[in-house]
């Protein structure tokens, strides 16, 4: 993911027959990279709220491929931030949204998302 002038990668071992079959079909398919690991594509300026954490690909509906999270204890319906590609929201498809007391602030980052696959 590129933001201003920093371009950040993680690795997702994730096995499938393609990217393709991973997000066409809706399903949801979990990661277990953690909450730092997806901060990390944006670096120090990244904000998410503290509860949820559901990672993976089509997260929620909310996410393609990402993490989303919430204030609210047990509740991911309603989650209010997120990090990753393919955002729902179409003011802001690939960066950071936070709102209602993420761990950095409120957030609106845009980026530039990369995705390579072997």
Do not use: P
């Amino acid at each position: 993911m590129k933001f201003g002038q920093q371009i950040n990668f993680i690795d997702i071992e994730k096995t499938a027959s393609s990217l393709y079959s991973l997000i066409s079909e809706g399903n949801y398919h979990t990661t277990s990279l953690g909450r730092n690991t997806w901060k990390s594509l944006i670096g120090g300026k990244a904000s998410l709220q503290l509860n949820c954490n559901r990672e993976g690909f089509n997260v929620l509906n909310r996410v393609r491929i990402g993490i989303v999270s919430n204030n609210e204890v047990n509740e991911c319906d309603t989650s209010d931030s997120r990090i990753g590609f393919g955002h729902l929201d179409d003011s802001n498809t690939c960066g950071n949204e936070a709102l209602y007391g993420g761990d950095n602030g409120d957030k609106h980052i845009k980026a530039m998302g990369y995705i390579l696959v072997q």
